[in-house]
């Protein structure tokens, strides 16, 4: 019984690239607590890679969850967002993208209460339900299309036709990596290409990114250095941003 069982566990994983303890407990008529042995089982024979929540297959791309990012360097992403959450004025249409940083530019949105007249626009949906207590001083706009695990993040297909029929006033945009090199990157590449499409539809884009990620490359290439504004950092040791302002890039250091 346990082993038909953790074959159906590991098929559900091998269909959907990721799996929730929550998600697979229903599915397969079972408790979360038998749901994650198996899990820890399938994980000792090498068959799939535990994350924060649940599983993958080995050699996917190691994104950490929403949840657990938000953990990490979570002082400097709380200064990085009252940073960010400044540089935004009222009547502006802004796009906000996803991610745990640009979750604490969210809160600290919510914060402004000066703001008025404000749209945004995202395609995550954690940001999107952090931004409701300011309702209605503000308008928030979810993209709508495919949705994606570990990030609650909205992308291509469907992503995209929204995106196109708006002009934004500003892009604050995250990531996995700041590089003199090789730009800006990221390890999502759905993600990555909706962050290019904004980018080519603002007026205006501003990076947010603890100092973690700088002096990091990941596969997906979001811009050049050049394409941004500014980078709103925080945490980050004096000569990576040294470096960064040297290429010419603006840095806050928050």
Sequence with gaps: ??????????????????????????????????????????????????????????????????????????????????????????????????GSTALAVADALVERRDLHDLTVVTNGLSIALALEPALPRMTVIVTGGTLRPLQHSLVNPYASQLIDSLRFDLAIIGCNGVDVDAGVTNVNLPETEVKRQVMRQSARCILVADGSKLGVTELGVVGALSDFECLVTSGAAA??????????????NA
């Design 1 to 98: 019984m346990s082993e038909a069982r953790r074959r159906e566990l590991l098929q559900l994983v091998s269909a959907r690239g990721f799996v929730r303890v929550a998600d697979a407990s229903a599915d397969l008529g079972v408790s979360e607590v038998t749901i994650r042995a198996d899990l820890t089982e399938l994980e000792a024979r090498g068959s799939v890679v535990r994350v924060h929540g649940g599983a993958m297959l080995p050699g996917a791309i190691r994104e950490p969850s929403l949840e657990s990012a938000r953990e990490q360097q979570s002082q400097a992403k709380r200064a990085i967002g009252e940073r960010a959450a400044g540089l935004v004025r009222s009547g502006d249409s802004v796009f906000l993208d996803v």
């Design 239 to 252: 000569g990576a941003i040294g470096i960064l302002t040297t290429a010419g890039l603006r840095v806050e």
